[in-house]
Structures are given as structure tokens and as C-alpha cells.
């Protein structure tokens, strides 16, 4: 069995994971381990000091395309948690895809539109768009809103935080054709980290 991974090694970061997997071993459920993650998360989202710079910083040669940056925080050694940023420079938008897992996303710099999307009959069907400012944060679970796109509106590259129940970055996921519905194998990868076990 694999030890879980901590890139960013701070008595801060360890502190959140303890946190979160506390929560969710004291949960019922997703949305009522979501629910006590929410406090911790926020303050995550309002603490300018802990996330150094290189974890906000672009990648030019990313798999999401557009310079698009997804950095490994911490995951965990049996793949059922991970922390990344994932950042996003001005005027570039993700693919439409989806995680396949719940956990909380949220804004911690810049702007962004995000876009979300339900399947409709092989195609997809545009069920919600949101404006998000740092501090914006909320909940998937899967498969409500599993399905988005997101671009940065702001003049600087916009970073959002995500912790979310699997490895996100290795886990074949899915990109979509929003026009079409037509679906694709996705897997992000992470700029900072391999995807070493790539089986399945
Ligand atoms: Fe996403």
C-alpha cells in the first residue's frame, strides 16, 4: 500500500487533512462529511498565507491545455483524498469534464465564470452558470453538477482549491463535447507529481 503524499509538507496542510478525514469518518454521508469540512475549507479559502507561490503559478505544457496548472497538494496513499490548486491564466477555460468523486471546490484567487452542464438525452444541456469571487466556494456531490467548465475573467490567473474524494489528477475521468454530448477519456495528470499507477 502506498503512504500518502504530502508536497506541501506544513503543519497547516496536515493540520486540514486530519481535519477533513476526522469529518468524514465521523459522517453518515458525503454531504454531511461536506458540511463539516465547510468551516475549515473557508478559512483555507481566506488565509492568504499558507499556499507558496509555486502552487500558483501557471504550466505552459499542462494536459488541461491553455497553460492551465493543476498542482498536487497532498493525496492520500489509498487514493481516496486529494488537495491540488488549480490555475487557471487569464481568458483560458478548462475543457467541460467532470471528477467522479465529492468533496468541496472553491475560489481563492481571481475571477471566474463557470458553467455547468447535466446530461440530456447524449447531449449536455446548460443547467447553471455562476460569476465566483475568492471566498466562493460549495459542494459536489457527484452526480449532481459533476459536469463543468470554468474560465477566468480577471486580469490576473485565477487559483481555486480542491479537495475531493480520489486522486483526481490520475483518475480517468471524462471530457465532453458541449455541443455534441459526445464524451472522451480525460485524465489531467498533475504539472507537479506522476500518475504511477495508471492502470484502470
Ligand atoms: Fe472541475
Known sequence: ????????????????????????????????????????????????????????????????????????????GDGSLSLFSLVVPPGAQTPVHDHLAWGLVGLYRGTQDEEVFAPDGGALRLVDERALVPGDFYALLPPQDDIHRVRTTSPETSVSIHLLTNDTGCVWRHAYDPDTGEQSPFRSGYVNVDCENGAS
Do not use: H, K, N
Open 1 to 76: 500500500m502506498s503512504v500518502d503524499e504530502y508536497v506541501l509538507d506544513t503543519p497547516r496542510l496536515r493540520g486540514f487533512v486530519d481535519e477533513v478525514r476526522a469529518a468524514i469518518e465521523a459522517s453518515g454521508s458525503p454531504a454531511e462529511a461536506c458540511e463539516r469540512i465547510r468551516p475549515g475549507f473557508e478559512q483555507l479559502l481566506a488565509d492568504a498565507g499558507w499556499l507558496p507561490a509555486q502552487f500558483q503559478e501557471a504550466a505552459p505544457e499542462s494536459g488541461m491545455g491553455g497553460g492551465i496548472g493543476q498542482w498536487l497538494l497532498f493525496r492520500a
